[in-house]
């Protein structure tokens, strides 16, 4: 969507979504507070404007929003705070947990609900994984996410990270899942079995890569196994039907690009420069995401993509 809702988009989908019984809806630019910029993408509409408008049309859901430390301020979570959000979610690399203590204790000088977020979660170990989740609860954190960031988790991966987490935490856990690898729903019921609190889904999958599990899907799944929340099927089907559908650009689907970020098991924002390197250097991108992957590259370290490209086009000389 290159962060281009309209403020009456905003207010349709959060209607919708709150008459259908989901309990939070996050409203945020996709980068997070602050992220309209240069660097992320600029918002069409002021994302303070869009938090409130939400937070009008709602009648039961909590709001939330997101926050990257080093992207968001203190500032900009104070403003979403006056503007209705109930809930911050704290987004980290999965061994940067670190850099979120001062967020988290803001957010609950605020009196607000606390989320954490390990992103790239399939990058580490569980044990890893509980320690830096860890780090967040000494914070604050009311919850923390295990986070699969570019879809690169199996049902098994899931389960023992959440697993990992319930035993180690006395907070919730929550699971994030995307659908990269065509598992998100399997993915979120792994997680599910394991123990997790919460876990988060996207009308019609609208997400990075393949999308998220979509709420619709994930409600009927639930519903069927007698763990539904509250949420009425019908009427999500409906609103992701006729409601966000008609707004869409494209349907995220596990297409060549997605399910080779999943595979590779690196952040979707490395596609175009691994594609432009490819071609500098002949060789297939897919080749430098695997070789990426390989070496646990992070989202931020986009520079070793022409040192890889570099060094493959190297050996295939040799």
Known sequence: MRHQFTVDQVRTVARALDEAGVPVIEVSHGDGLGGSSLQYGFSLVDEMELIAAARDVCTRAKIAVLLLPGVGTRKELREAARRG?????????????????????????????????????????????????????????????????????????????????????????????HNNLGVAIGNSLAALDAGADQIDGCLRGLGAGAGNAPTELLAAVLDKLGLNPGLDVFKLCDAAEYVLAPMMPFQPIPNRD??????????????????????????????????????????????????????????RKA
């Open 258 to 315: 997605a399910i080779t970020i999943g595979y590779a098991g690196v952040y979707s924002t490395f596609l175009l420069h691994a594609r432009r390197a490819g071609e500098r250097f002949g060789l297939d991108p897919r080749e430098i995401l695997v070789e990426l992957g390989r070496r646990k590259a992070m989202a931020g370290q986009e520079d070793w993509i022409l040192d890889v490209a570099q060094e493959l086009s190297a050996a």
């Open 85 to 177: 959000a109930g809930i911050v979610r704290i987004a980290t690399q999965c061994t940067e947990a670190d850099v979120s203590e001062q967020h988290f204790g803001l957010a609950k000088e605020l009196g607000l609900e606390t989320v954490g977020f390990l992103m790239m979660a399939h990058m580490r170990p569980p044990a890893v994984l509980a320690e830096q989740a860890s780090l967040m609860e000494q914070y604050g954190a009311d919850c923390v996410y295990v986070v699969d960031s570019a879809g690169a988790m199996l049902p098994p991966d899931a389960a023992a990270r959440v697993a990992e987490l319930k035993r180690t935490l006395r907070c919730q856990v929550g699971f994030h899942a």
